[in-house]
């Protein structure tokens, strides 16, 4: 079966420190892989998805950026970070072509 | 673009009380629909699914009709319990794009 690993599940950080979230996703190959941020009262923010390595498509612009190194790799991260950065983040993977998507159980990132 | 807009929250209603929560879907194409819910502290889970018109999506008591000619997709129950307390979110899929939430509504049933 299908498996998503999210990690970590809380974060503190500084501004100005950089960020690195980690999603894998074991059971299945070339996923599309999703990064979603859920900011108090703003709902569920898609910030980037990639449908193969090495392919990121950027839906919103900001100091957040992804990778995809290995196939089921999908990593966020940040150079500097902002207190706008604080949310809770959400890896998610679907099959290629198919609508449903299955997410992880997040990060908390909250940035002092 | 492709939009999913909710009723907005909190909705708060006693055990055993019938739910409704709105959800109306930009109508381009012919996209698939989706509830999600997410319970405290955790991501997001499936709810139900319809893929085209009139299609009924059901799970755990909770239902939702595929309404072409309202552009909508409305979460029912008829009795809701403690436990059903959560965030739902209506989501839309067209094509080979990712998925389009609403705003997601924050649901608590009080005993």
């Known amino acids: 079966s299908q498996t998503i690993h999210q990690w970590p599940a809380t974060l503190v950080q500084p501004v100005g420190s950089p960020l690195s979230l980690e999603c894998t996703v074991e059971?299945?190959?070339?996923?599309?892989l999703y990064w979603y941020r859920q900011a108090a009262g703003r709902g569920l923010q898609l910030l980037f998805y990639?449908?193969?390595?090495?392919?990121i498509s950027s839906e919103v612009p900001q100091n957040l950026s992804a990778s995809r190194p290995q196939d089921r790799q999908f990593i966020l991260s940040s150079k500097k970070l902002l207190l706008s950065d604080s949310g809770f983040y959400l890896c998610?993977?679907?099959?290629?072509?198919?609508?449903?998507?299955?997410f992880g159980q997040g990060t908390r990132l909250t940035v002092v | 673009g492709d939009s999913v807009t909710q009723m907005e929250g909190p909705v708060t209603l006693s055990e055993e009380a019938f739910l409704t929560i709105n959800c109306t879907y930009t109508a381009t194409g012919y996209p698939s629909l989706f509830w999600y819910v997410q319970y405290p502290g955790e991501g997001l889970q499936l709810l139900l699914k319809?893929?085209?018109?009139?299609d009924k999506g059901s799970n755990k008591g909770f239902e939702a009709t595929y309404r072409k000619e309202t552009t909508s997709f409305h979460l029912e129950k008829g009795s809701v319990q403690v436990s059903d307390s959560a965030v739902y979110f209506c989501a839309r899929y067209s094509g080979n794009t990712p998925l389009v939430f609403g705003k997601g509504t924050r649901l608590s049933v009080i005993a």
């Open positions: 319809a893929t085209k018109a009139d």
């Open positions: 990639s449908v193969g390595i090495g392919q």
């Open positions: 998610a993977w679907s099959y290629q072509g198919r609508a449903e998507a299955f």
């Open positions: 059971g299945t190959s070339n996923p599309n």
